[in-house]
Each structure stands twice: as structure tokens, then as C-alpha cells.
């Protein structure tokens, strides 16, 4: 199945095994009717737990698993990521990816030249930009169509047109 991760553990919350997480959601839509998560541990461990009650209240979640009945529990959670089935989000229109989709691209310049890889994204006012890790450094890179020339998700690649000032 194909998942996607959409908040982390934080912490328990309470003594019957209730957990808070951060929401990586824009919007708690996706959260309706959903039945059960799949939560991946530090070391990568993957399980499955049925939700008995879940909560949104900002940026954070509130969850009741049914198989989760005491703080100790919970508490082994902490730091677990929160992923759904990718089946359960909209589909885009052409040119527009969930972030999820462009986190962890390799970013090349237009000659070829490998610049890094997108490690985080972050909203600003107009646009978003991305986060591009490499051999020069960070560069902060607007997502933007003068800059952004080309995402292939299935290649894994982004090609950039490299602004001056770009480059640390």
C-alpha cells in the first residue's frame, strides 16, 4: 500500500492512552471516516492501529486507538510518524504536488549541474520554497515558474532555473 506521512507522536496526553501529534494536514478533511493508521517508529518498524476517536484542534491531533489503553502505551508511540493511504487525497491539476510528492527530489540547474535534494518546504506569504541541501551548502529555492522549470516525480528529479543570488 502506498502511504503518505501526514503528522508525528508528540507526546501522551492523559492516562488512558490518548496520544497528541502534529498535523502535517492543511486541512482536517482528510481525516473523515478514516478507520485506522499506520505508524512508522524511529527504527522504521511499521504497525497498524484501528482509531476509537480522533481530534483536531489546530496544527495538533488527538488520537484514541482501540488497541491503546494506558499512558505506558501511548508513551512507547512518542515520535512514531502518522501515514494514511495516498488513495485518500484529491487528485491535483497538472503542475501542482503535495509536498509529500517534492520532498526528497534531486535539484539540478539547467546545464545538469546536481545541486542537492529537497529536504523541507516551508509556506511564505506568495509562495512556497523549498529546501535544497547539497555540496554548496542550503539554498532556498522559491517555487515559482521563473524558477521551478521542471518536477518529475516519478524521475525523483527537479530542474531549476538558478537566479542570481541563488547560490550561497
Same mark, same amino acid.
Given at each position: 500500500?502506498?502511504?503518505?506521512?501526514?503528522?508525528?507522536?508528540?507526546?501522551?496526553?492523559g492516562?488512558?492512552g490518548?496520544v497528541?501529534?502534529l498535523s502535517f494536514?492543511?486541512?482536517?478533511?482528510?481525516?473523515e471516516g478514516?478507520k485506522?493508521?499506520?505508524l512508522?517508529?524511529a527504527s522504521?518498524?511499521k504497525?497498524?492501529?484501528?482509531?476509537k476517536?480522533i481530534?483536531s484542534?489546530?496544527?495538533?491531533?488527538?488520537?484514541?486507538?482501540t488497541?491503546?489503553?494506558? $499512558?505506558d502505551l501511548a508513551?512507547?508511540?512518542?515520535?512514531?510518524?502518522?501515514? @494514511?493511504?495516498?488513495d485518500r #487525497?484529491?487528485? =491535483?491539476?497538472a503542475?501542482?504536488y503535495?509536498w509529500h510528492?517534492?520532498?526528497?527530489l534531486e535539484?539540478?540547474?539547467?546545464e545538469?549541474?546536481?545541486?542537492?535534494?529537497?529536504e523541507?518546504?516551508?509556506p511564505?506569504g506568495s509562495n512556497d520554497v523549498?529546501?535544497?541541501r547539497?555540496?554548496?551548502?542550503e539554498?532556498?529555492?522559491?517555487a515559482? $515558474?521563473?524558477v521551478?522549470?521542471?518536477?518529475?516525480?516519478?524521475g525523483?528529479? @527537479?530542474?531549476?532555473?538558478l #537566479?542570481?543570488? =541563488?547560490?550561497p
Amino acid at each position: 500500500m502506498d502511504d503518505f506521512v501526514f503528522g508525528e507522536i508528540v507526546k501522551t496526553r492523559g492516562l488512558h492512552g490518548c496520544v497528541k501529534a502534529l498535523s502535517f494536514l492543511e486541512s482536517a478533511k482528510l481525516l473523515e471516516g478514516l478507520k485506522f493508521v499506520c505508524l512508522e517508529s524511529a527504527s522504521g518498524l511499521k504497525s497498524r492501529h484501528e482509531i476509537k476517536k480522533i481530534t483536531s484542534f489546530g496544527k495538533f491531533l488527538f488520537i484514541e486507538f482501540t488497541d491503546i489503553s494506558n $499512558a505506558d502505551l501511548a508513551r512507547k508511540l512518542v515520535g512514531s510518524k502518522l501515514l @494514511m493511504p495516498r488513495d485518500r #487525497l484529491e487528485s =491535483l491539476p497538472a503542475d501542482e504536488y503535495y509536498w509529500h510528492d517534492i520532498i526528497g527530489l534531486e535539484v539540478y540547474a539547467q546545464e545538469g549541474r546536481h545541486l542537492g535534494r529537497i529536504e523541507a518546504i516551508f509556506p511564505t506569504g506568495s509562495n512556497d520554497v523549498y529546501v535544497c541541501r547539497g555540496d554548496h551548502g542550503e539554498i532556498l529555492i522559491p517555487a515559482t $515558474a521563473g524558477v521551478v522549470e521542471q518536477v518529475d516525480v516519478a524521475g525523483k528529479k @527537479m530542474i531549476v532555473n538558478l #537566479l542570481k543570488g =541563488l547560490l550561497p
